[in-house]
């Protein structure tokens, strides 16, 4: 890490929730609100500027109004530049603040403005918030989808901790945009796309070949495109305007030419097509921007595979002698930083089981390139030393495996997991998740070019894959057993939440309790089918993105918002939860009462019912004397892909609003533990209201007792058709040395098996623990949850007991 990049990187204030350093966690009057730390505060610009414009656009077509929106936004907005950045953009007035999603919802806002989240508003932005909230309750997205339901839908709009989709209040998931095609053309060239494509269907409608309505429609599209494209052209000026402004009184000669640089870029891109690496790094930075904070509220994910697109103008600046390899690094690394300091206001309800304002995102290196060979570049090496100067909190530098893939590649992937300590980089799998895409019907060169977003949500880079909001419904088929095993009743809730289904007494084989469970499992993913066509009908109708679509391949080409249409390979993903805990417990049912025959239903539904109480031998007999996944044992294996792929199938049958079949997806994040929380205890031993089995591909902690390798296996039964997600642990001593070379040989079999995606916690039991008891002497310690990672002492306490009860594995 260079002297400045050193100094930029201390300027990052992280958009954590609340902060659990020494005297700091009482301040909390309401610890369900996971508060954000206390320098943190709103940003009302976007809202304020939004709200304006679209109180001037009344009556306009509402893709106009979104393009409006957002030019008014950029050309008004504050722009700044911190000392020392060489790559500027920023989203809100202060590095310190958080935007609103007003357009996607309000209540939430204004009860949490109320509550946990007070001190976030200063006194004198509230009688401004009222205003800003009266206009939206009934114009966001939120109000119009629960105004479109169905009564009896509308509980699983919000949490359940069985089935829900309510995610469309933070705003939408998108794809990835194609940046080798901005690179290469620049916005003015795809702006001259856009404007012969609005000619081409004049003269169609002219001729009488496009009908009214198709053409309106067209025309709508591509002028709000064009208006966008432009507003975004100005937007970066202004920072090009900005950096001059600065210089003029800069007296360090090398800060005045960096600055002078700043301004040649900032005028030269995203407009034209990118003549160097820190114009391409510039024009990426922007988009990202645009992308996930001003034009969406949350885009998540990156996705992009970073390597592939930046290495061309790396290649050509070095051979011109343009650049050298540290200084490509300092520019990766200022990347880095600009994406860590990013964050959103988000419900507090989703992070009860974790830490962090900032949205998880992923720079994927590795894989294999469109016509199959090694996808590996010097970039690739770039960023895993860069990942390892600046250790980035909100970011995955995320590895795609393959066989052929460079042995010293994945030596050095080792030393960021050994080194940083965050649980980064993940692996996936090129050899179990192409053919995912390739099943789907994408062609092969498509399916070879896929990314990853949120946690281990599989995309593909410039193609309309996801389209609408509901990338954040959740099913939890661990509650839909519970619900199967009490007649659809919740006792967590005492409410009707499920289906009816028969009494489990009358049961009378192992066929019917799945019979159960699979009722109660359609009857969920039928509510977050219902709720996930509104909301995607609803967003295409009024909450467009005409700029991300314009940098989408076929929108243009169609005069289609992204939000109008979805490739015949895409999807609406949804969340699942509990998986492994629901296989564990049909095989404890199994074998106990059908098998076995030495436990009556009677009996194990009033072990649940009493959460064990008096019956800490049965429950110790359940963990302890049947089979567990992660054993190698077919009898629960055989389960978990019966759960696994029943899963996928079942909501497969569903179809959203593009006609695609709906899509199981892992990025459950913290979700396990929420999750666990709205849960009975169940017949795999756990208690009521503990967490379930992280990810939904890990064994349940602790119960994975004959070594890494059996984990593997059974992992490797699961043919994957969605993405997993598998946490292990092991000790730090297992990545050096000749351990190093054992482990890039476990890699191997891990791939060899067919599993999809690993990664590690390389922290032990002892410095855990000690981080418990000791916080203050660990604050820049990081482990890995699920799909993200976080600092460890700012975690819920049931977070970090499930951490450090994960089975420490070794060779």
């Not at 310190?96 to 204004?110: F, G, N, Q």
């Not at 390139?369 to 100067?389: C, H, K, M, W």
């Not at 417990?585 to 199994?590: F, G, N, R, T």
């Not at 031998?617 to 389960?639: A, C, S, T, W």
């Amino acid at each position: 890490m260079s002297e400045r990049t050193r100094k930029v990187h201390s300027q990052i204030i992280y958009k954590d929730w609340v902060d659990r350093t020494p005297g700091r966690e009482a301040e909390s009057p309401m610890p369900e609100w996971n508060l954000f730390r206390r320098e943190i505060s709103i940003c009302f610009e976007r809202a304020r500027i939004m709200t304006q414009s679209y109180k001037e656009t009344e009556g306009e077509p509402e893709v106009i109004r979104r393009a409006k929106a957002l030019a008014k936004i950029l050309e008004n907005m504050t722009v700044y530049i911190l000392p020392g950045e060489v790559l500027v953009g920023n989203y809100a007035s202060d590095p310190a603040k958080v935007s609103l999603p007003v357009e996607y919802a309000v209540e939430w806002i204004d009860k949490a403005f109320n509550n946990g989240y007070h001190h976030l508003v200063e006194d004198k932005d509230r009688p401004e918030w009222k205003e800003i909230y009266e206009y939206w309750k009934e114009r966001a997205l939120d109000p119009r989808m629960l105004a479109a339901m169905p009564e009896e839908t509308r509980p699983f709009a919000r949490f359940t901790g069985f089935a829900d989709a309510g995610g469309f209040r933070f705003g939408p998931i998108v794809a990835a945009p194609n940046f080798e095609k901005l690179f290469r053309i620049g916005l003015k060239g795809i702006i001259k796309e856009a404007e012969e494509r609005l000619e081409k269907i004049k003269s169609d409608f002219t001729s009488d070949i496009l009908p009214v309505e198709e053409y309106l429609n067209q025309k709508n599209n591509l002028q709000a495109m064009i208006i966008s494209m432009e507003s975004v052209i100005a937007w970066a000026r202004r920072f090009a305007e900005k950096a001059r402004e600065l210089s003029k009184d800069e007296q360090d000669p090398k800060r005045r030419t960096e600055l002078e640089t700043i301004a040649n870029v900032c005028d030269w891109v995203p407009a034209n097509p990118c003549r160097t690496l820190h114009d391409a790094i510039q024009c990426f930075l922007f988009t990202y921007l645009i992308w996930h904070s001003i034009e969406t509220h949350y885009g998540n994910g990156i996705a992009t595979r970073i390597d592939q697109i930046f290495y061309p103008y790396y290649k050509k600046d070095k051979e011109e002698g343009k650049i050298t390899r540290q200084k490509a690094q300092e520019l990766i690394e200022f990347l880095m930083i600009k994406i860590d300091e990013a964050g959103h206001l988000t419900g507090p309800g989703l992070h009860i089981g974790g830490s962090g304002g900032s949205v998880v995102h992923n720079l994927v290196i590795g894989g294999v390139t469109p016509d199959g060979r090694d996808g590996t570049n010097e970039i690739s090496f770039i960023v895993l030393d860069a990942a390892i100067e600046i250790k980035p909190l909100r970011q995955d530098v995320v590895v795609r495996y393959h066989p052929s893939i460079q042995p010293e590649f994945i030596s050095r992937a080792l030393d960021v997991i050994r080194t940083v300590q965050a649980g980064y980089p993940p692996f996936y799998n090129d050899s179990a998740i192409i053919p995912i895409f390739l099943n789907r019907g994408a062609p092969i060169e498509v399916a070879r070019n896929y990314g990853i977003s949120s946690c281990v949500l599989l995309t593909i880079p410039g193609k309309v894959t996801q389209s609408g909001p509901n990338n954040f419904g959740n099913i939890c088929p661990a509650k839909a057993l519970e619900l199967a095993l009490y007649q659809g009743y919740d006792h967590i809730k005492n409410r009707q939440l499920g289906v009816k289904t028969p009494n489990p007494t009358t049961f009378s084989c192992f066929e019917d309790v799945k019979e159960a469970y699979l009722k109660q499992l359609r009857f969920g993913l039928a509510k977050i089918a219902q709720i996930g066509n509104i909301g995607d009908a609803l967003t295409a109708q009024y909450f467009a993105t005409p700029f991300i679509s314009a940098l989408m391949d076929g929108c243009i080409e169609r005069g289609k918002d992204r939000t109008q249409w979805a490739e015949p390979y895409g999807w609406q993903a949804i969340r699942a939860a509990g998986n492994i805990n629901c296989a564990n417990s049909l095989a404890a049912i199994k074998k106990f009462i059908f098998d076995d025959k030495i436990l009556t239903w009677n009996e194990l539904l009033e072990a649940l019912e009493t959460n064990f109480e008096g019956k800490e031998v049965l429950r110790q007999r359940l963990i302890n004397e049947v089979p567990k996944f992660g054993n190698d044992d077919e009898y629960v294996d055989e389960l978990v892909v019966w759960v696994q792929h029943t899963l996928h199938d079942e909501f497969a049958n569903f179809r959203d609003y593009y006609g695609n079949p709906y899509q199981i997806d892992g990025s459950i994040g913290s979700g396990y533990f929420p999750f666990g929380r709205a849960a009975m205890a169940s017949a795999d031993g756990r208690l009521s209201r503990t967490p379930f089995a992280d990810g939904n591909h890990s064994p349940m902690p602790g119960t994975d007792k004959k070594g890494p390798t059996a984990v593997l296996r059974s992992m490797g039964k699961d043919s994957p058709t969605w993405s997993h997600l598998t946490n292990q642990k092991f000790p730090g001593t297992f990545l050096e040395g000749e351990n190093k070379k054992l482990f890039a040989s476990y890699l191997k079999t891990w791939c060899d098996l067919g599993n999809s995606h690993i990664q590690f916690n390389v922290i032990n039991k002892e410095t855990l623990l000690d981080a418990q008891e000791n916080p203050g002497d660990y604050l820049d310690l990081m482990v890995r949850i699920a799909g993200y990672s976080a600092y460890f002492v700012h975690l819920h306490k049931a977070v970090q007991d499930d951490i450090i009860a994960r089975t420490e594995q070794s060779f």
